[in-house]
């Protein structure tokens, strides 16, 4: 089994929707990440959480410790947010080095 | 600002030559890795360095080398390609110890293939 489980695979939504992406993991952290990949392109991390919630323009990331599961919603989806979102995590202990998921593509429609 | 540099962005080669890929960071950062990212499968850390002159194993180190001389470059050795070393690598860095729960900085990968 995978320490990092990301669901849906693949998703496809038409803009404007509100997206969810979850993020569940099975072993102690100190923090989650969530990353950004466009098609051919490099990854950008767009949040790195150990509680609670955070908030980037159209972008909320929120994670519960005890329930060891992370969501990343998109509001207003645009057809730019087409991407494979990446969830990674900072095992307790593990210093800087990271484990991953998978990743889930995300296709915005026009 | 740079930020983290990799070079050379595309390459071809045949099995069994030789070539680095090259990494470096402007960031002051003592964490640096390499990651290999392969179809349908999640980032793999290949090796990692904690800091200037220590590199460690990460979990598919088997035909790379690493050696870190300075902070801001840790390039990646390919002794003998092979085809199944065929895949997309990535450099990541950021701080470490008491900071270490930091943002990760990729770069923008090297897409290499091996004939």
């Known amino acids: 089994k995978n320490e990092v489980e990301q669901s849906p695979q693949n998703l496809t939504a038409q803009e404007g929707e509100f997206i969810t992406i979850n993020c569940s993991y099975s072993v102690g952290i100190s923090a989650l990440h969530w990353l950004q990949q466009h098609p051919g392109g490099g990854i950008v991390s767009l949040f790195m959480l150990s509680s609670g919630k955070k908030k980037h323009g159209r972008l909320i990331a929120t994670i519960n410790i005890q329930e060891k599961h992370s969501s990343l919603h998109i509001t207003a989806s645009h057809p730019r947010d087409s991407a494979v979102y990446i969830c990674a995590v900072t095992m307790s202990g593990a210093n800087s080095k990271l484990t991953f998921g998978k990743g889930i593509t995300l296709s915005v429609r026009p | 600002n740079a930020g983290v540099t990799q070079t050379p962005k595309f390459q071809v080669l045949k099995t069994g030559q030789s070539m680095t890929l090259q990494c470096a960071q402007d960031?002051?950062?003592?964490?640096m890795s390499w990651y290999r990212q392969d179809p349908g499968m999640g980032l793999r850390l290949i090796h990692y360095?904690?800091?200037?002159?220590?590199?460690d194993q990460g979990e598919v180190p088997n035909g790379y080398n690493v050696s870190r001389s300075t902070t801001e470059d840790f390039p990646l050795r390919l002794l003998s390609a092979a085809p199944s070393q065929t895949s997309v690598y990535f450099c990541?860095?950021?701080?470490?110890?008491?900071?270490?729960?930091?943002?990760?900085?990729f770069g923008d990968g090297t897409r290499l293939s091996i004939l």
């Open positions: 960031m002051n950062h003592e964490y």
């Open positions: 990541a860095s950021s701080y470490t110890g008491p900071y270490s729960n930091q943002p990760q900085h």
């Open positions: 360095s904690v800091g200037a002159g220590i590199t």
